[in-house]
């Protein structure tokens, strides 16, 4: 029965609308899922651990890959966007652009082509900290395992990719395509971005050297980072023996992000625990307003806070300036003992909050967002849906929870329609 009704589109590959598009998909329902990165996975595809049990993400997603693949009734549009939406709840007619990759499903990932290739590009997968060939696999598991190329920075009249390719595999001269659907039910799941640290401008963020945000932080441990998870510091690879973090970098502020982003407290603290594991004897300060590390997250930050390297200090931060030979210093005020802090580290980690990636876009009439760009789900009357972070700042557990509920809203939509 299912099967003869409307589809389900749903838009943002990550883990929340990974989880939405297999939970319609695997009680029968048909699903388009639209992702407009080469590869899916979102932002915890570059995570290096995950709280609180501290295990690999990319574990998580490769069980979700290995439900995805032999699922016909998920059709799966990668660099791809949707354009447009018209109609009502149960018939939208929606327009979707699909960027050429230049890469086709014959690819192996041999990685022949990148030996060739001449071009590099700064790798956005690892926020700049190193660089990739134009022809490159988004990332080590990525799904579909293929191949792309930023066809911007390829030399002019450069074939070289395609010649060391056995596999006919690569098409220089792929052009975008425009499609058209129609479906019963949209769910948003696109996710978040984070908060751009420049605009915080006392915290020095872009000014000072080795101030970075928390989601580079993720891939500086990162076994497949560009350290080989070694805790150094960008500007000069030293060693970390020192460093702050900072909370509620830009969040709970109403100049920034007027929320509490949920899980800042929690990736801190599990930060720290990376660079205790790194650096044993590196000396770890956290700068904090409050913990937020509700339910079970409490004894993870139990176990972290008896740490003996390292230090809370319940204050907010003033300013972050140079310091000597490129070390970063933190002013503060330390408001259990009354003093004023002037702490000269290695490297100051900003916890960044999460911004609605939907934030500043301009977006088909059917969805509604609130003022900080998150679908809101008590304003959507139609067969739009939001799913996971989407919808308000989460861990991944919340996100799937969510996502799995949107899932069942789609559902209703359908079977309604
Ligand atoms: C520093 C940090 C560390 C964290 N660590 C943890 C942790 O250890 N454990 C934990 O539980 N949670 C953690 N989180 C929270 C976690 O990142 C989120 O819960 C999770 O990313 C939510 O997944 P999502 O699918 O909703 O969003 P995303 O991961 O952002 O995925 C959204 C997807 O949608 C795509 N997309 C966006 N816009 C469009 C569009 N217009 N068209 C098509 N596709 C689009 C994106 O490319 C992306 O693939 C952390 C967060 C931060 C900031």
């Not at 598009?21 to 651990?49: D, H, M, T, W």
């Not at 016909?72 to 929606?94: F, H, K, M, P």
Request: charged letters at 20%; a neutral charge.
């Amino acid at each position: 029965m299912a099967e003869q009704k409307g589809k389900i589109l749903v838009i943002g590959g990550g883990i929340s609308g990974l989880t939405t598009a297999l939970e319609a998909a695997e009680v029968g329902y048909e699903v388009i899922l639209v992702e407009k990165n080469p590869a899916l996975g979102g932002r915890v595809s570059r995570f290096y651990q995950y709280f609180p049990k501290l295990c690999p993400p990319l574990c998580g997603l490769e069980i979700n890959y290995k439900r995805l693949k032999p699922n016909s009734r998920i059709q799966t549009l990668t660099d791809s966007e949707v354009v447009s939406i018209s109609g009502n709840a149960g018939s939208y007619q929606v327009k979707i652009k699909t960027n050429p990759a230049y890469v086709n499903d014959k690819c192996v990932s041999c990685d022949k082509c990148t030996d060739v290739c001449p071009a590099e590009r700064d790798n956005d997968y690892n926020y700049g900290l190193d660089k990739t060939k134009a022809v490159y696999l988004p990332y080590k598991m990525a799904w579909p395992a293929k191949y792309t190329i930023e066809r911007s920075i390829c030399p002019e009249g450069c074939t070289k990719c395609v010649e060391a390719c056995v596999y006919d595999a690569i098409d220089l001269q792929a052009q975008e395509t425009l499609m058209e659907i129609e479906v019963a039910s949209i769910v948003y799941a696109t996710g978040w971005r984070p908060y751009d640290a420049a605009k915080i401008e006392n915290l020095g963020y872009g000014k000072v050297p080795n101030v970075i945000n928390n989601v580079t932080m993720e891939r500086i441990a990162s076994g497949q980072g560009p350290t080989k998870g070694q805790i150094l510091r960008p500007s000069d690879q030293k060693k970390v023996e020192s460093i702050a973090f900072v909370q509620c970098a830009g969040s709970r502020d109403e100049n920034h992000l007027p929320y509490c982003s949920a899980i800042c407290c929690m990736a801190s603290l599990k930060q720290a625990k990376y660079v205790r594991e790194a650096n044993p004897d590196a000396k770890i300060y956290i700068f904090y307003i409050d913990l937020r590390t509700p339910g079970k997250y409490e004894d993870f930050a139990s176990a972290i806070q008896n740490d003996e390297n390292i230090t809370l200090v319940k204050g907010k931060v003033a300013k972050i300036v140079e310091g000597k030979g490129q070390n970063a210093v933190v002013q503060a005020e330390d408001i259990l003992n009354g003093n004023k802090v002037n702490l000269e580290v290695d490297m100051v980690v900003l916890a960044t909050g999460m911004e609605s990636s939907l934030k500043g876009s301009s977006l088909p009439q059917a969805v509604q967002v609130d003022e900080n760009g998150f679908v809101a789900p008590n304003i959507q009357k139609n067969g739009v849906i939001g799913a996971g972070t989407a919808k308000f700042p989460s861990d991944v557990n919340s996100s799937i929870q969510d996502s799995t509920g949107a899932a069942l809203r789609a559902i209703q939509t359908v079977v309604g329609s």
